[in-house]
Every structure is written in C-alpha cells, then in structure tokens.
C-alpha cells in the first residue's frame, strides 16, 4: 500500500482557545487513536490540506513524524472542515500495527463501458460507493475494482461479485448493489409512444369486424 510522510508536534494544549491558537499558526488541531487512547497532536495545514487533496478517495498509509526522532504508522479516519468557509478543522487518525488486521473502508472503482449502455443505450447507475474491507495495513488497496464490460439494461452487480486479492476479507453485505444498468428516458418513451400507437390502431381493426359482420 502506497505510504506518506507527514510532520507532526505532540500537542500539550487542548480546547477551542487552543485550538483557535494553532490555526491562527497555520496548524491544523488533530487527534491519533490507538486501542481507545487518543493522543493530542497537531501537522502543519499546507502540508496536511496537499495530502489530503491528493487521495482522491483513496487509502493511504501515513508515516507521522514527529520532532523528536520518532514515528507513528498511521491512516486518516476523517477530516472536518468549516461548513461554510470549507476550511479545515481538524483531522482524525488511526494509529496501525503492520502485524495487525484493521478495518476500512475503500472506495469502489467501476472499469469499462458496459454492454448495456454502449450497445443498448441504457444508463449505468453506480450503487454501494464504498465497501469495508479487513486486512494487514500493507495489504490495504488504494481501492477495489469492479469490471462492468458485460453489464446489460436490467441487471446489476454486487458486492459479490468484487474480487480481492489474497488476505483480504470483504465485510460489506454481499448483496448490496455495487452497479445496474436502467433504460434511457428516450428509450421508455419511445416504448410508451409505440404502445400508444398501438391503442389507437386496435379500436380501427375492431371497427372494420363490425362492418363485415353488417355485409354478412
């Protein structure tokens, strides 16, 4: 699994005032867990707000380190931001163990053009974005890919049908709806129209009996 390197500052203070404090400092308040202990540090806001722009959705195992020499492995759980300035606020992190499963979530990527929209001019609707997945941390993807070539209108794929490699474990519902294939506006109208046509023509052919059966 692809790794960073981020600096990190043990931090002793803690509160919004202090909180307030780093952010006026460029720095970004966050937090690293570890077995249900939290540790107060703070990183750097540029060098945090490039990492997190470059994931694109996508795990990656980040070296925190820190001042004094020393270094945590670590994933980034989640991040807030202000709602309406879209700033960040504060980052959370999860300290991992390479001799460890965890538990994360990956995002789904859906590969090539399915039958049914590029032969039948369906419309590929993307369902379950995310799945959760149990590994050792070096073995975590970036993300997990789904081949949607031979999807046709009407069908869908699952989580069921997502393949990993060795040592990893799907957690998700094996059910859910990864991908489907649904008809085209312009498709089902063109149904509706025909259908249509073909109500008016029958009244004609039921006219046309009645008038034979009167020349009888």
């Known amino acids: 699994m ?22 006026r400092a460029d720095n970004i308040p966050s937090v690293i867990y570890r077995k ?11 060098e945090l707000v490039s990492f997190i722009n470059s994931l694109a959705g996508e795990q990656v195992l980040v070296n925190l380190a820190f001042g004094d020499g020393s270094a945590k ?16 606020l504060h980052v959370d992190f999860y300290e991992v163990s390479l001799k ?18 590029k032969r039948d001019g369906g ?4 369902g379950l974005r995310e799945v959760e997945i149990e590994s050792l941390p070096d073995n975590i993807p970036a993300h ?27 957690l998700s519902e094996m059910d859910a709806v990864v991908a489907t294939i649904t008809v085209s506006a312009s ?11 073909d109500a008016v023509k029958e009244p004609e052919v039921m006219k046309k009996g009645k008038q034979e059966d009167k020349d009888k």
């Open 2 to 23: 692809e790794r960073a390197t981020l600096t990190a500052e043990v931090r002793e203070t803690k509160g919004k005032g202090a909180a307030r404090t780093l952010r």
């Open 36 to 46: 249900g202990i939290a540790q107060s540090i703070s990183l750097p806001r540029k």
């Open 73 to 88: 492995l670590a994933i980034m759980r989640n991040y807030q931001t202000d709602p309406i300035k879209g700033e960040l």
């Open 100 to 117: 460890e499963t965890i538990k994360v979530s990956v995002g789904v990527l859906l590969v090539g053009t399915p039958v049914g929209v």
């Open 123 to 126: 419309i590929l609707q993307a």
């Open 144 to 170: 997990v890919e789904l081949d949607v070539r031979g999807l046709e209108i009407g069908h869908s794929y699952h989580v069921s049908d997502i393949k990993v490699g060795e040592g990893i474990k799907i």
């Open 187 to 197: 498709a089902i109208s063109e149904l509706a129209e025909e259908a249509s046509a």
